[in-house]
């Protein structure tokens, strides 16, 4: 048979396709990370919903910072190749300054007009205001990505692929870290009121179900009215994407609870 597997172009294939194929599977893990993390907030039908919206916006917004990249990565490795390397890192400067200027538009646009920007996908309130806050903090990333993008455009075209999945890899752990700080930054203390009826198990059952919206108790004052009531002083530290749907499931929930004041 005249097919045969060259081992030497096998070997050279699989060198510079292999770092490439793992740093989208780096990516790709990432991005799963992130939808799981999401989907265990309290309440994920609206986290889900504007993570949606964002990841669309995100992938419009980074065009221009990945299309640089691929030019950078093209023009870089011919000169390179020629020997050019000065040449080189100005490709990689003009791309990155190229991708910055559109994606300061962008991210002026995003900043400024982010409700019209969700509501052309969703007209919720909930995952307008909610969404509005998730824009304007991911849009901050749209300043970061030419620089990030040019440069690993760079080191593809100079064939050091393990750049990029060094890259890849700090990028996740970036993220996992960042979800963990900013999650115990959200939780922030909040004060209601709560007038129950004077049963055996109401106090007891009410904190069981804030507990079950992940809301945590920091402290309850107690006091017995002589209308046979509880009034609850609460303080909790209750996760600012909670929303008033949420606390009117609760009354509708537990029949012990007679009134919430916020």
């Given at each position: 048979s005249?097919?045969?597997?060259?081992k030497?172009?096998?070997?050279?294939l699989?060198?510079l396709?292999?770092?490439?194929?793992?740093q989208q599977?780096?990516v790709?893990?990432?991005?799963?990370?992130?939808?799981?993390?999401?989907?265990?907030?309290?309440?994920?039908?609206?986290?889900?919903?504007?993570?949606g919206i964002?990841g669309?916006?995100?992938?419009?917004?980074?065009?221009?910072?990945?299309a640089?990249?691929s030019?950078v990565?093209?023009?870089?490795?011919?000169?390179?190749?020629?020997?050019?390397?000065?040449?080189?890192?100005?490709?990689?400067?003009?791309g990155?300054?190229?991708?910055?200027?559109?994606?300061?538009?962008?991210?002026?646009?995003?900043?400024?007009?982010?409700?019209?920007?969700?509501?052309?996908?969703d007209?919720n309130?909930?995952?307008?205001?909610?969404?509005?806050?998730?824009?304007r903090?991911i849009?901050?990333?749209?300043?970061?990505?030419?620089?990030v993008?040019?440069?690993?455009?760079?080191?593809?075209?100079?064939?050091?692929?393990?750049?990029?999945i060094a890259a890849?890899?700090?990028?996740?752990?970036?993220?996992?870290?960042?979800?963990?700080?900013?999650?115990?930054?959200?939780?922030?203390?909040n004060e209601?009121?709560?007038?129950v009826s004077?049963?055996?198990?109401?106090?007891k059952?009410?904190?069981?179900?804030?507990a079950?919206?992940?809301i945590?108790v920091?402290?309850?004052n107690?006091?017995?009215?002589?209308?046979?009531?509880?009034?609850?002083?609460v303080?909790?530290?209750?996760?600012?994407?909670?929303s008033?749907?949420?606390?009117?499931l609760l009354i509708?929930?537990n029949?012990?609870?007679?009134?919430?004041d916020i």
């Amino acid at each position: 048979s005249d097919f045969k597997i060259d081992k030497e172009k096998m070997k050279m294939l699989l060198k510079l396709g292999l770092p490439s194929s793992v740093q989208q599977v780096v990516v790709s893990f990432s991005f799963l990370t992130l939808t799981a993390l999401v989907n265990s907030l309290p309440i994920a039908d609206i986290a889900s919903a504007c993570q949606g919206i964002g990841g669309k916006v995100n992938s419009f917004a980074v065009l221009p910072a990945l299309a640089m990249s691929s030019a950078v990565s093209s023009m870089a490795g011919q000169n390179i190749g020629a020997g050019e390397t000065a040449r080189a890192k100005k490709t990689m400067l003009t791309g990155m300054g190229i991708a910055f200027a559109i994606s300061v538009v962008v991210f002026t646009i995003v900043e400024l007009f982010p409700q019209p920007i969700i509501s052309l996908f969703d007209t919720n309130p909930d995952v307008i205001a909610i969404g509005s806050e998730y824009m304007r903090f991911i849009a901050l990333d749209y300043l970061f990505v030419p620089f990030v993008f040019c440069m690993n455009g760079l080191a593809i075209g100079a064939g050091e692929y393990e750049l990029g999945i060094a890259a890849s890899i700090i990028m996740v752990v970036s993220q996992l870290i960042l979800h963990r700080f900013f999650s115990r930054l959200e939780n922030t203390a909040n004060e209601f009121t709560v007038v129950v009826s004077d049963t055996k198990d109401s106090v007891k059952n009410f904190k069981e179900k804030l507990a079950s919206m992940n809301i945590s108790v920091a402290k309850c004052n107690i006091t017995r009215n002589k209308d046979s009531t509880l009034t609850l002083d609460v303080t909790v530290k209750k996760s600012r994407t909670i929303s008033m749907d949420e606390i009117m499931l609760l009354i509708e929930q537990n029949d012990s609870i007679i009134s919430i004041d916020i």
